[in-house]
């Protein structure tokens, strides 16, 4: 005889009919070939016995001490198997003030969830390798989702991807908000560290003075998706999104940086790393995206409201692609090539609202090939010595197999 028994349900399901259904469930069914026993599953008396740290890897951080609480899921992390596992910090709700890093001196690797809750913090979050910090979503301060919000004396980013002078892989924030609060001292997100599978996805980053988006030096390989950037206007000194690497980025595919007051910054995006940047919308801004790195990628780029300079380019740049760039801004300068001389400027007045595509290349002087009809494409390869000039093939050119005989015949 075997006994189907309910499964381990937690204090707070409180629906009467999953309470039905447990009942329901707890009835013995008979099975001719066992003789065993009837027993019946233990109720979890709370959310530490449903969610074990020493049985399955998760753990409740609001079952833990804690002065606030960051300080609670600090703790999870410390009761967590060296193993790492999950801190489940969804029970922790509404405003929470944070005295502390809940990611201080904590080197185990694993996921930490958060829900519904303004995590007002007064320290840097600084995760640590192979970490993952998810939210339930884009949120509002003090009223929806997932925001980690900088107190007024915090002074420096309010989320860091790891810091150390190793490499750290595997380190991520998804489907939350960083607020900057206004704070003048603070910055959003850096990452100076974190490189292979490391990055953003569903991040909107609000309220930022001087930088929103910060990807320095030593990020190389990180990538980032589905980001807004948003703020009011503070100075034109404001960077809302920095890349500033060395090494190759994975791309920033799927942004939005947006002031939507003056004074505008001089600079929306600085790039200054080589990669892919795609499908990116830009407003309130002098110039919207700065390209200052050779091997650039631009591919789906759009320019609003209150921007003078969609795309410039900068001295020296070699090897960029630009593929599909629209702007809404009348008469407004699509791109601006200070890489070659004098300086190319396509604008409304000469294309219209965009361009399909623009190339630099390489080379003394430097070659520009575009699908405007205002560009001359300078692209010029020199002639190859007799030596190195293509064997050809003395059989002839292969004949191409007929689609009839390619394709079996229907039977």
């Known amino acids: 005889m075997v006994w189907l028994h309910s499964c ?98 904590v080197a185990k690797t694993g996921e930490t969830l958060l829900g519904g809750a303004t995590f007002q913090t007064s320290a840097t979050w600084v995760l640590g390798d192979k970490s993952i910090v998810q939210g339930i979503g884009r949120g509002d301060s003090g009223s929806t989702n997932t925001v980690i919000q900088a107190a007024p004396n915090l002074s420096g980013p309010v989320l860091q991807l790891a810091s150390n002078n190793s490499a750290f892989e595997g380190v991520r924030a998804k489907d939350l908000t960083i607020d900057c609060n206004a704070n003048q001292a603070a910055t959003g997100v850096l990452n100076n560290v974190a490189q292979e599978e490391s990055g953003l996805r569903h991040v909107l980053i609000v309220g930022c003075t001087k930088i929103g988006l910060d990807i320095e030096d030593g990020s190389q390989n990180s ?120 300086a ?15 190339a630099v290349g390489d080379g003394t002087p430097t070659g520009v090939c575009s699908s405007s009809t205002y560009v001359t494409c300078t692209f010029r390869m020199p002639a190859p010595p007799p030596q190195s000039l293509p064997i050809q093939d003395p059989i002839g050119p292969r004949r191409p197999t007929s689609p009839r005989l390619a394709v079996p015949e229907r039977q």
């Not at 005295?99 to 001196?105: L, Q």
């Not at 190319?344 to 623009?358: F, H, I, S």
Request: hydrophobic residues 40%.
């Open 8 to 105: 381990c349900v937690s204090k707070r399901t409180n629906s009467p009919r999953i309470s039905s259904l447990t009942t329901a469930f707890s009835v013995p069914i008979l099975v001719a070939l066992f003789g065993a026993a009837p027993l019946c599953a233990q109720q979890c008396a709370d959310s530490t016995s449903c969610h074990s740290a020493n049985g399955v890897g998760v753990i409740a951080a609001d079952q833990q001490p804690g002065a606030d609480g960051c300080a609670r899921v600090n703790a999870s992390w410390s009761a967590l198997p060296a193993t790492g596992g999950v801190v489940d910090a969804r029970w922790i709700t509404a405003t929470q003030p944070c005295a502390s890093d809940p990611f201080e001196e």
């Open 223 to 342: 990538s980032y998706d589905d980001i807004e950037v948003l703020s009011a206007g503070s100075s034109n000194s404001a960077r809302p999104v920095v890349v500033n690497t060395r090494g190759p980025l994975r791309g920033v595919h799927g942004l939005t940086v947006n002031t939507w007051s003056e004074p505008y910054p001089n600079i929306a995006m600085q790039i200054r790393s080589m990669g892919s940047y795609t499908d990116m919308h830009c407003e309130g801004a002098f110039t919207c995206f700065y390209v200052d790195a050779n091997n650039v990628t631009l591919v789906n780029i759009e320019c609003g409201p209150n921007v003078s300079t969609c795309v410039l380019i900068a001295p020296g740049v070699r090897n960029l692609t630009i593929m599909g760039l629209y702007s809404s801004v009348s008469g407004g300068v699509m791109i601006e090539n200070e890489a070659v001389s004098p």
């Open 344 to 358: 190319q400027v396509l604008t409304g007045a000469t294309d219209g609202y965009g361009v399909g595509w623009y």
